[in-house]
């Protein structure tokens, strides 16, 4: 909050209490400096919570709900401190009690700002903890889809060079019967064997394409369920 904002809403309001104070205060039948004390030390103590509230209301890093309760404990503490000088100005109370009850809410106000403070950095710590933790998450999520998805890519080729293989070879071992037979049988479960699925299978097959051997072929076809 900027000055141009602040000054009609915060700082008016004070000067217009400083007023009314001025005017009990020099209405005073007593000239002992010892009664202008209280005033001249609320003077001090709203001044410095009038530019502590209007600092915590412009500060754009502090949550709404620091804002707030920081806000409420300022206010609170502003009109302990007015009430307290009003009722030295009236002779309500003691010099000494009225100084007390002006400057106690602002070192109260500093404690509690702190409390404040700490509260809400463990609350910003929290929370870049979280979203470091989804970031990491989704992160992991997206290179476990990207495996999968390399995975599937990977194990449709390979169902797919398997049925290519098995057609040709239907045709190359016609006149072998037993040959035939395990063709036929493997086609009937490229496509739902998980091992079509693995690189192990792409290994037997590049074996296979590699032999052409009758006996060793039939062998290695019969090895694979």
């Not at 509230?53 to 890093?61: H, I, M, P, T």
């Not at 109370?93 to 070192?107: C, D, G, R, Y």
């Not at 933790?133 to 890519?153: D, G, H, I, M, P």
């Not at 064997?193 to 792409?202: G, P």
Request: with cysteine; aromatic share 8%.
């Amino acid at each position: 909050m900027n000055i141009k904002s602040a000054l009609p809403i915060l700082w008016l309001p004070l000067i217009g209490v400083w007023t009314f104070l001025f005017a009990v205060q020099s209405n005073s039948v007593s000239t002992d400096l010892e009664t202008v004390v209280p005033f001249i030390s609320y003077l001090v103590v709203s001044f410095l919570l009038v530019l502590q509230l209007q600092l915590v209301l412009g500060n754009k890093r502090e949550s709404g709900i620091v804002k707030f309760g920081t806000a409420n404990v300022l206010s609170i503490c502003l009109f302990i401190s007015s009430l307290s000088v009003l009722l030295n100005l009236l002779k309500t109370i003691e010099n000494e009690a009225s100084i007390f009850l002006i400057v106690t809410p602002l070192i109260a106000n500093t404690i509690i700002a702190e409390i404040f403070s700490a509260s809400n950095k463990a609350l910003v710590d929290k929370k870049k903890a979280w979203t470091e933790t989804n970031r990491k998450l989704e992160e992991r999520q997206k290179k476990v889809s990207e495996e999968n998805a390399q995975f599937r890519n990977k194990s449709i080729e390979y169902r797919e060079a398997w049925k290519s293989y098995l057609q040709q070879a239907s045709i190359d071992y016609l006149d072998n019967s037993e040959i035939i037979g395990e063709i036929t049988r493997l086609k009937e479960i490229v496509e739902f064997s998980s091992y079509f699925r693995s690189q192990l299978s792409e290994e037997t097959l590049s074996r296979l394409k590699n032999n052409s051997d009758p006996s060793q072929v039939l062998v290695i076809l019969k090895d694979v369920k």
